[in-house]
């Protein structure tokens, strides 16, 4: 079962700008996670936001999450082209215990 | 420190041939441990999960298995495979808390033919 969607699908920017990729969810849930995945690698954890938390960051990263509206955005400043990599986003399910469903991911690349 | 060991990195098997990828964990006790699967170009789908010693949670069902003989060895297995098991098998481990991150292995890239 799906529980995150991440949007856009797909994001092309040039080194320097900002890239904002967006998570909707459809249960209550403990907290969010958004992850990183190089291409054929496996995924490395970016950061955790909890439930009660609406904002966090962590260098070039910012983290918000609107529980009422089930909704997470990842921004990334000032991008690099080592940023390239597709992103997803992370939920467990409140009723469900720890296991974390994934969404599709934003697949973003970065042009210098 | 802690560290996941997946293994194969690739297979190619025909149709109707048995599975078995491994998984093991080194340096924590007790950790959850995930299989996901990876189609190309697509979303991570939570096939097992396990809180402990023989205990697995399946998400889809299908022709996969999986068993956790020890704390920290996770088996994705499977009697017979099928052309649409083709995908890009994660193992990952995660503390006891359900706060805590999820760490990966590299994956097993399985082709069946």
């Known amino acids: 079962s799906q529980q995150g969607e991440e949007d856009p699908q797909a994001l092309s920017i040039q080194e320097g700008e900002n890239a904002t990729m967006n998570c909707s969810y459809k249960?209550?849930?403990?907290?969010l996670q958004w992850y990183r995945q190089n291409s054929g690698r496996g995924l490395v954890h970016l950061i955790l936001?909890?439930?009660?938390?609406r904002e966090k960051h962590s260098g070039r990263l910012r983290v918000t999450l609107d529980t009422s509206k089930k909704s997470s955005s990842l921004l990334i400043t000032a991008s690099r082209a080592a940023d390239t990599a597709s992103y997803f986003c992370?939920?467990?399910?409140?009723?469900?215990?720890?296991?974390?469903?994934f969404g599709k991911g934003t697949t973003l690349s970065v042009s210098s | 420190s802690q560290t996941i060991h997946q293994w194969p990195a690739t297979l190619v098997q025909p149709v109707g041939s048995p599975l078995s990828l491994e998984c093991t964990v080194e340096?924590?006790?007790?950790?959850?441990l995930y299989w996901y699967r990876q189609a190309a170009g697509r979303g991570l789908q939570l096939l097992f999960y396990?809180?402990?010693?023989?205990?697995i949670s399946s998400e889809v069902p299908q022709n996969l298995s999986a068993s956790r003989p020890q704390d920290r060895q996770f088996i994705l297995s499977s009697k017979k495979l099928l052309l649409s098991d083709s995908g890009f098998y994660l193992c990952?481990?995660?503390?006891?808390?359900?706060?805590?991150?999820?760490?990966f292995g590299n994956g097993t890239r399985l082709t069946v033919t």
């Open positions: 396990s809180v402990g010693i023989g205990q």
């Open positions: 249960t209550s849930i403990n907290n």
């Open positions: 340096g924590t006790s007790n950790p959850n």
């Open positions: 992370a939920t467990d399910r409140v009723q469900a215990g720890t296991a974390l469903i």
């Open positions: 936001i909890r439930s009660n938390e």
């Open positions: 990952a481990w995660q503390g006891m808390r359900t706060s805590s991150p999820l760490h």
